[in-house]
């Protein structure tokens, strides 16, 4: 069973563009890149978008479709009634490169700034983990880096000015991700958190949450515990009288 569908596509560069309408089949069972790749093949043979595995599992097929931030490859065309326009556009938050590519360099700047993974003074085999502990950063570690969570969260989004000093809840889960480690010998991912990441600029809408594909629960497991994390070294009364009489790290 087919139909013709309307879509709107966002065509131009770093210059300026334009949306383009376009009606185009769709098949039973269908995604949105399968029309992206249609509107390639039959209208637009220079039509640009980034993609690669086309399952859900690499995030190269960041856009966004109805303004809402999305993978086309894990958006089906059965979501969309047989009537409606569906615009597809590329992520607001970074600068475009040519149609639905852009240019997401900013998170890989991001990433580098991370500190490593420092392992513990111990000889092999003394590494010793409990099994809830592999468990609570586990969930952080599906992150497939569509950095959809980053395009939505809007102290990126809405500020340019922010991405500076604001690393963005992908990052921000990775430093969590590395706090939780009972094997980290760094103590200070906390103060990173604060004083590089911008932590304090989330203010906990959850919109991340809710694009994420992975369905990772960034603002509760992550981004929540960081900042009673980084409020606790800061502000408690007790954690300060540690690091002064020494029972604690500064």
Not at 20 to 34: A, F, I, M, R, S
Not at 58 to 66: D, F, K, L, M, P
Request: hydrophobic share 35%.
């Amino acid at each position: 069973m087919s139909y013709d569908a309307s879509f709107r596509v966002w065509r131009g560069d770093a210059e300026g563009g334009e949306l383009v309408d376009y009606t185009v089949e769709v098949n039973e069972g269908e995604v949105v890149l399968d029309i992206i790749h249609r509107l390639q093949a039959t209208r637009s043979g220079d039509l640009a978008v980034r993609w690669n595995c086309k399952a859900g599992k690499c995030g190269s097929c960041s856009a966004e479709i109805n303004g809402r931030p999305s993978l086309l490859c894990m958006t089906r065309m059965s979501t969309f009634s047989e009537t409606e326009t569906i615009t597809v556009t590329p992520l607001r938050a970074f600068p475009v490169i040519r149609d639905l590519v852009t240019d997401v360099s900013y998170n890989y700047a991001k990433a580098r700034q991370i500190p490593a993974f420092a392992p513990p003074d111990l000889a092999p085999g003394e590494y010793r983990m409990q099994q809830v502990d592999v468990e609570r950063s586990q969930e952080f570690r599906k992150c497939i880096e569509c950095f959809l969570c980053q395009d939505t969260c809007h102290v990126v989004r809405d500020h340019e000015d922010n991405k500076e000093a604001f690393a963005g809840p992908r990052f921000l889960i990775r430093a969590a991700e590395l706090d939780m480690h009972p094997l980290d010998a760094r103590d200070d991912r906390a103060d990173f958190a604060r004083e590089e990441q911008g932590i304090g600029m989330c203010n906990i809408t959850k919109c991340c949450t809710e694009v994420c594909p992975e369905h990772i629960k960034i603002t509760d497991n992550a981004i929540i515990p960081m900042k009673e994390r980084v409020a606790g070294r800061r502000y408690d009364p007790l954690v300060w009288l540690g690091t002064k009489i020494g029972l604690r790290k500064s």
